[in-house]
């Protein structure tokens, strides 16, 4: 009887002790899972907040770029300070804003910025707009055509009076992206005038009253290649 107690017994004690083993190792298994889960948790937090700091980044720079289209439309339209015909606008060209006294200021190349120990890197390029039914219809890529006629989508010409900005920035780890802006020149109505009968946005032959000429005999074109308006 005793010996089959004692081996009972010593039968308990090894059951215990796989037990403890089996126990520690899903513990180890559960406490390797706990910690993958809370680095993954951290590691997505901080990307969620690199990318929250691009995008303000990115927001900061159409904000400024719509005052100052809104104050100057020449330094958009002639970069970088609004001399024209400026330097070269494209969808390859590259551009930064410059913090210079009150005012920022439109300079090339990129620049960067740091935020949380992270580096950005930001530009932004400005491109020519096109629009059919001579510059005023819709926008399209499509390149310039001859334009005779301001009706119809086939009759394209570049619209002075709108730009496609588009920002990007970059980070580490190849991470990148970018936000496209049309700016439009709103303080101005553009006319396109041919002859004497009036123009786009115009009604009627011009006159005197909008601070325009009246008819032909107030233009003095004797002198080759320039023509005066004459005084009323």
Known sequence: MRKIFNFIKNTNKGQSLAEIIIGLAIAGILIGVASSATSLFLRQGSDLRTTQAADLLVQEYLDVLSVIAESDWHKIYCPPDGTCPGVQKGQSSRFNLSFNGPVFAIVGGSTSTTIDNRSFTRYFSIENVNRDSCGFGNITDNAATACSNEQGASYIK???????????????????????????????????????????????????????????????????????????
Do not use: M
């Open 158 to 232: 570049e619209d002075p009076s709108t730009q496609k900005i588009t920002v990007a920035i970059q980070w580490e780890g190849n991470k990148n992206f970018n936000k496209v802006l049309y700016l439009t020149r709103k303080k101005n109505i553009i006319s396109t005038q041919t002859n004497w009968s009036g123009g786009n946005n115009q009604t009627g032959p011009v006159d005197y009253f909008n601070d325009k000429f009246f008819s032909s005999n107030k233009i003095d074109s004797a002198t080759s290649g320039s023509i005066t308006i004459e005084d009323f």
